[in-house]
């Protein structure tokens, strides 16, 4: 619905921000799957969304805002043109990239902190402090964290070093 009705994305966001209610989960999770359709039907709302991620919580809304971020700076970074290179201002992309942070060092799953390393090597490109902070949590948090963690670990920090 919100693919051919976009006017609907605004009250979608309402419920996704109402982070104590569970209900906001399938709210990111439908959020997800429209921004894995059409990247661009977020831009209008780049500045609710990026203001309001970080009160995300719930484990189950948490992986699709991760993911959802892991769009955006693919699409950002992508070799073709698109509105997402001139919609995701400075001020967007670092709130995601706090919020990525704030994923890599709390105790989330293994999900959220895949797609945050992808979204913080992104990033990384444009802001020289970025992967030094990886490189720092990858390294330290790697002997801790499960199997799939050290897999994206060891392609980030190959990527970092290539």
């Known amino acids: 619905m919100t693919l051919k009705n976009p006017i609907l994305v ?5 419920i996704l921000f109402q982070v104590d209610d569970k209900v906001s989960c399938r709210a990111a ?10 990247i661009e039907g977020i831009i ?7 203001q309001h ?15 959802i971020c892991e769009y955006l700076g693919k699409a950002y970074y992508a070799n073709q043109d698109n509105p997402i290179k001139q919609a995701l201002k400075p001020l967007y992309r670092e709130r995601i990239i706090e919020v990525c942070f704030d994923y890599m060092i709390n105790d ?15 990033f990384g490109k ?17 002997h801790i964290q499960s199997p799939g963690f050290k897999a994206r670990a060891r392609q980030i920090l190959k990527k970092i070093k290539t």
Not at 10 to 14: G, Q, S, V, W
Not at 44 to 50: A, E, Q, R, V, W
Not at 108 to 122: F, R
Not at 126 to 141: A, G, K, T
């Open 44 to 50: 209008p709302h780049l500045d609710y969304f990026t």
């Open 10 to 14: 605004p009250k979608l966001l309402d």
């Open 108 to 122: 989330i799953k293994v999900a959220p902190k895949a797609y945050a390393m992808n979204v913080l090597y992104l």
């Open 53 to 67: 991620i970080h009160k995300i919580y719930l484990d189950s809304a948490v992986r699709p805002i991760a993911k």
């Open 29 to 38: 999770w439908v959020l997800e799957f429209m921004c894995s359709k059409n």
């Open 126 to 142: 444009d802001y020289d402090w970025i992967h030094p902070e990886l490189i720092l949590i990858l390294e330290r948090d790697y």
